[in-house]
């Protein structure tokens, strides 16, 4: 019985602290055993290019993203390019490329995805971060089709998002209880 109270109560703990991601659509779940070990709300732009494609019809093609990362709290710490690539200020970085998406609930926003972490550097809290999820995005579509033709060929337009990015790994320090998700606000470990 006192078994089955404990887990109960971290797994009331662990729900409330939102450490499980529940809010992401089953398409771009993360692979199972993988946990939070960071989360982090991005703000800035999306960079697209008018360009012709080879039929000769013009259109705007994703140049790179350009955001600011920050942690619940809202202090800075990182940042988003072209790569897809994420900085940590602690020195750790990683690459990604896309491995699966959904339509945001926002028609006018950029869709949700799930990105498999392709590249490492550096040592922290990135180095061993397996997969990221893009999700509750704000904006950051490219402008109406009818805007990009010959006269526009090359011009760069910003526009600005907002998201969340979630960060796992499979060894998450929240598994082994020493360490909160970063990016989290200090809780009590009471339950």
Not at 139 to 156: I, L, T
Request: some cysteine; overall charge positive.
């Amino acid at each position: 019985m006192l078994y089955t109270v404990v887990l109960i109560g971290v797994a009331i703990h662990a729900t409330a602290q939102g450490v499980s991601g529940s809010d992401v659509p089953d398409k771009i779940k993360a692979p199972a055993g993988e946990e939070i070990v960071l989360k982090a709300h991005a703000s800035g732009s999306q960079i697209y290019v008018c360009q012709a494609s080879a039929d000769g019809k013009y259109t705007w093609v994703l140049k790179a993203p350009e955001a600011e990362l920050r942690d619940q709290q809202g202090a800075l710490i990182g940042r988003h390019y072209a790569g897809p690539a994420w900085k940590h200020n602690d020195g750790s970085e990683i690459t990604g490329k896309a491995v699966a998406r959904v339509d945001s609930p926002d028609p006018d926003s950029i869709p949700w995805l799930l990105v498999s972490v392709t590249g490492h550097s550096g040592n922290g809290v990135l180095s061993r971060v397996t997969s990221i999820q893009r999700i509750h995005t704000k904006g950051g579509q490219p402008p109406p089709a009818s805007d990009c033709n010959a006269s526009k060929q090359n011009v760069e337009v910003k526009s600005s998002y907002s998201a969340d990015y979630y960060f796992r790994n499979p060894d998450s320090p929240r598994l082994r209880q020493d360490k909160p998700v970063v990016g989290e606000r200090q809780q009590s470990r009471s339950c």
